[in-house]
């Protein structure tokens, strides 16, 4: 049982990594493990092409056109990803058209940043307008801190804790990407809202940004009984997530089924049908 989740310090790589540790004890014959991907994107063609049976994935990711990718559905809404413009403290930038001739990391190659920053970018008329740079979360902080780039994207989970560190090393903001959430619904998905990175999460002024529904997607071949105990298991094992990461703690029966376009796998609509009050 592969789970495809992201980079180490990400948020889907602990939650993933709690997951499987509850599936190698209570699914008895399963070995779980974790792959380390550059997240969003780079799971969904692992789940795909059969070399991880498990993936968390952005909903924009799976969703083209209006429809969802072929041969992938879903366990669960797992929590929402909302997309991180940072700079440091002292910086001019504060809306997106700041980042005009700027250095700026748009997320790994294979992530689902890289998506929907591409996206973002091209609805303000901003596509080649950035001096582009393709880290991970890991290298952008790194790169931040070092005066090499003058901002950096990254979607995830609240509180991400590599943007908490570097928060408490450097002096951050985080730049307000609401305005651009209409625009984003209308050229591409609905799937795309405004949530507000409260002051709790980074220890600064609360700000609106552009986020995400957050899905746990498998093969739509995969047997009817799997998917039911995978997903009894991730809702009847939540805090044991949640204490692996606060973004699980939003993890609750109403927001998990809200998975379309993406529909539900059978065993997944049986569990929750079973439980239903």
Not at 95 to 107: A, E, F, I, N, Y
Not at 166 to 189: F, M, P, Q
Not at 234 to 252: C, I, S, T
Request: avoid cysteine; aromatic fraction near 6%; hydrophobic fraction near 45%.
């Amino acid at each position: 049982m592969r789970i495809a989740t992201g980079s180490p310090t990400a948020v889907y790589y602990a939650i993933g990594t709690a997951f499987s540790g509850i599936i190698d004890r209570e699914l008895p014959g399963t070995d779980a493990s974790v792959l380390a991907t550059a997240a969003s994107a780079e799971n969904l063609d692992l789940v795909t092409r059969g070399q991880a049976e498990v993936g968390f994935a952005q909903s924009d990711v799976l969703v083209t056109g209006g429809e969802p990718a072929p041969g992938l559905v879903a366990l669960a809404r797992v929590y929402d990803d909302l997309l991180h413009l940072v700079v440091r403290a002292d910086s001019p930038i504060t809306g997106l058209t700041d980042l005009k001739g700027r250095r700026v990391s748009v997320g790994a190659r294979g992530s689902g940043t890289t998506v929907t920053v591409g996206r973002l970018l091209s609805v303000a008329g901003m596509a080649g307008a950035v001096q582009r740079r393709d880290l991970g979360l890991d290298a952008s902080i790194l790169a931040l801190e070092r005066g090499e780039i003058d901002a950096f994207f990254f979607s995830g989970g609240l509180p991400v804790t590599g943007i908490e560190r570097l928060g408490a090393a450097v002096g951050i903001r985080i730049v307000d990407l609401s305005e651009w959430a209409g625009e984003l619904r209308a050229a591409y998905s609905d799937v795309y809202v405004v949530r507000d990175v409260p002051a709790s999460a980074y220890s600064l002024p609360p700000v609106a940004t552009i986020a995400v529904p957050n899905l746990l997607v498998v093969a739509a071949t995969m047997p009817e009984d799997l998917a039911y105990d995978l997903t009894r298991l991730l809702m009847e094992r939540r805090g044991e997530l949640a204490a692996a990461h606060p973004a699980a703690e939003r993890l609750e029966m109403r927001a998990a089924i809200s998975t379309l376009p993406v529909p539900l796998h059978p065993g997944a609509a049986r569990y929750y049908k079973s439980v239903k009050p």
